[in-house]
């Protein structure tokens, strides 16, 4: 069984940095994509930023220059450097994996949340 364990969330003023972590765990044989998604109170949720196995990324524009996302496959994570932090990046952060485990094809996987906080 696959489960995506986020950690790193928390409180942070405005101008300040955090670093979400997401480790992947389980049968996994493969990791394809694997990337950052945000809700905000009463909205869908939305992409942040992505990253390929390759190591090509996409992000929001609203993070560009701001977030870096990258990842270990070695330990099966992806992290999110956060930056510069506005209090509109305030919302609930989750992360997402499209694994190939023991269970046959590829399913993509949501951790279980952290949220973000940020103060002005």
């Known amino acids: 069984q696959v489960r995506l364990v986020e950690s790193g969330g928390g409180l942070v003023q405005a101008g300040g940095s955090l670093r979400l972590s997401c480790a992947a765990s389980?049968?996994?044989?493969?990791?394809?994509?694997m990337g950052w998604y945000r809700q905000f109170p009463g909205k869908q949720r939305e992409l942040a930023a992505s990253?390929?196995?390759?190591?090509?990324?996409n992000y929001a524009d609203s993070v560009k220059g701001r977030f870096t996302i990258s990842r270990d496959n070695a330990k099966n994570t992806v992290y999110l450097q956060m930056s510069n932090l506005k209090p509109e990046d305030t919302a609930v952060y989750y992360c997402?994996?499209?694994?190939?485990?023991?269970?046959?094809?590829?399913?993509?996987?949501w951790g279980q949340g952290t949220q973000v906080t940020v103060s002005s």
């Open positions: 997402k994996a499209n694994i190939r485990s023991s269970r046959p094809g590829w399913y993509d996987y």
């Open positions: 389980g049968s996994i044989f493969s990791i394809n994509t």
């Open positions: 990253i390929t196995g390759g190591g090509n990324t």
